[in-house]
């Protein structure tokens, strides 16, 4: 067996990401927010960047109107015998701005973000401070605090919290018990049940049938069963009623009303305007650095200039290639955002106009063929990115959904059947609430057919209990 060297030739393809490509594909899935920090950072770190001087912002009309009066200018950059000013020139002076000057601001009221309430914590260790003076007593009171929930719930045992200090058992039980008795009553409680023993025996009503509710029935009352409940406590459906109610307006999340979720402000990256009869998308833009290629370092590529030698051209040609690349990738990721939200607004127009109920189904593939890219990319685009619609503002993922045949003929988005869901049970009689199988039958009705998992399922997603869980007896 002999072994010779041969030369062949062959032709393949491949899929080579370049690195502009890599970078425009990295912003895509940036928030505004994220990317005008990219922005910020690449300016510090490129010194061919920087940012246009807000005075010598023009909008795009007059910019174009000055590019025509000018005269054409010589070519004073001969890197590589290429003309950067024929390709880049609008990056290169200052009156470029592709940017839209539809002012569309919507921020939250000054009064939102300047007061702070007192935290759960914050309320508890200031009475606890108030209420011992006890160095030990004290440490564990912080040790509990600091292991409730924002319900207001204890999540660690006595016996993980005596391991701490350590501290004795006995201790840790009696500083408990001291913080039970603090404002809001039932907090630090370690289960539902103690919870509400706890609000009850504060108002008095120790011994009472409420509380034997509370220790030996919990589970009838949970599931409703009203007339067995009466029968074991040996009272009639109308004595048993005050009970029931009086158990029903104890709080069981006494910490939530000091840890209230707060609100979250989302700026959005499309404002959906209605010009005419038409909608529109307008990208907001508003936070993001203008970008420009500075002119100065832009000199130092002049081969002509004697005082510049090899290395600094090398140095200014790599960062003014970084520079162009970023330039022309934010440029790239403004106008997919754009053609991504256009085609979302041409497809759900029946949304803008009418609301949720005439979200129609979508899908990512839907609009990649609507404006000829991948379905990648658009799910790059729609991440983390809002939209402010006439029906207030929403994830743009929020408009890609499933479908469910009807036998209309068009399918109906899963959202539009659960608003349908909702609606209906919000409509029901208390006392006989639907079923399940009852609901499934009325959405029959109405053209759509649907599983009655499918329907318990969507029933979970909106956190809906069951019609035995709903029901009201009296």
């Known amino acids: 067996m002999s072994i010779s060297q041969k030369l062949h030739t062959k032709l393949v393809q491949k899929l080579i990401l370049t690195p502009s490509l890599q970078q425009a594909i990295k912003l895509l899935p940036m928030s505004t927010l994220e990317l005008s920090e990219l922005l910020n950072q690449e300016m510090v770190e490129n010194p061919m960047l920087e940012e246009v001087p807000t005075e010598e912002l023009q909008p795009v009309e007059a910019a174009q109107e000055k590019q025509e009066e000018k005269p054409t200018q010589e070519k004073g950059d001969t890197w590589d015998d290429q003309d950067y000013e024929y390709f880049f020139g609008d990056y290169l002076d200052d009156g470029y701005r592709p940017r839209t000057q539809t002012e569309v601001k919507e921020l939250p009221p000054i009064e939102n973000t300047l007061s702070t309430s007192a935290s759960l914590s914050d309320h508890l260790l200031w009475q606890l401070s108030m209420q011992t003076d006890e160095p030990v007593i004290r440490e564990i009171g912080e040790a509990i605090i600091g292991n409730l929930d924002d319900d207001g719930q204890l999540v660690a045992t006595v016996d993980e919290l005596a391991a701490m200090g350590p501290w004795p058992v006995e201790a840790v039980e009696r500083a408990l018990r001291l913080i039970q008795s603090f404002d809001p009553i039932g907090v630090a409680a370690r289960d539902l049940q103690e919870c509400l023993l706890l609000q009850l025996r504060h108002l008095g009503m120790a011994g009472t049938p409420a509380e034997k509710i509370i220790t030996e029935h919990m589970r009838l009352l949970q599931n409703h069963q009203v007339p067995e409940l009466a029968r074991k406590l040996g009272l009639s459906i109308d004595d048993l009623k005050q009970h029931i109610e009086l158990i029903r307006h104890l709080d069981p999340k006494p910490g939530s009303r000091l840890n209230p979720s707060q609100s979250q402000y989302v700026i959005p990256d499309v404002y959906v305007l209605k010009v005419e009869d038409q909608y529109v998308a307008v990208l907001n833009e508003e936070g993001l650095p203008q970008l420009r290629i500075s002119p100065v370092y832009r000199r130092l590529l002049d081969k002509g200039s004697s005082e510049n030698n090899d290395e600094t051209r090398a140095y200014v040609k790599d960062k003014f290639r970084s520079a162009l690349w970023l330039i022309k990738s934010v440029e790239q990721r403004q106008k997919t955002i754009h053609k991504v939200a256009s085609s979302i607004i041409n497809f759900q127009r029946d949304f803008l106009d009418h609301g949720i109920e005439y979200l129609r189904p979508l899908v990512l593939r839907d609009v990649a063929n609507d404006i000829g ?92 209990p069951t019609s035995n869980q709903r029901k009201v007896l009296y």
Request: charged letters at 30%.
């Open 373 to 464: 890219m991948h379905e990648s990319t658009v799910s790059r685009v729609v991440t983390n990115k809002y939209m402010h619609t006439p029906q207030g503002v929403f994830e743009m993922k929020y408009f890609f959904h499933s479908g469910i045949a009807s036998s209309y003929g068009d399918a109906v988005s899963s959202v539009t059947i659960k608003q349908r869901i909702r609606k209906i049970i919000e409509q029901e009689d208390p006392r006989k609430p639907l079923s399940d199988s009852k609901i499934v039958n009325i959405l029959q009705r109405e053209g759509l057919e649907l599983a009655r998992r499918t329907i318990a399922k969507y029933r979970e997603e909106l956190k809906i």
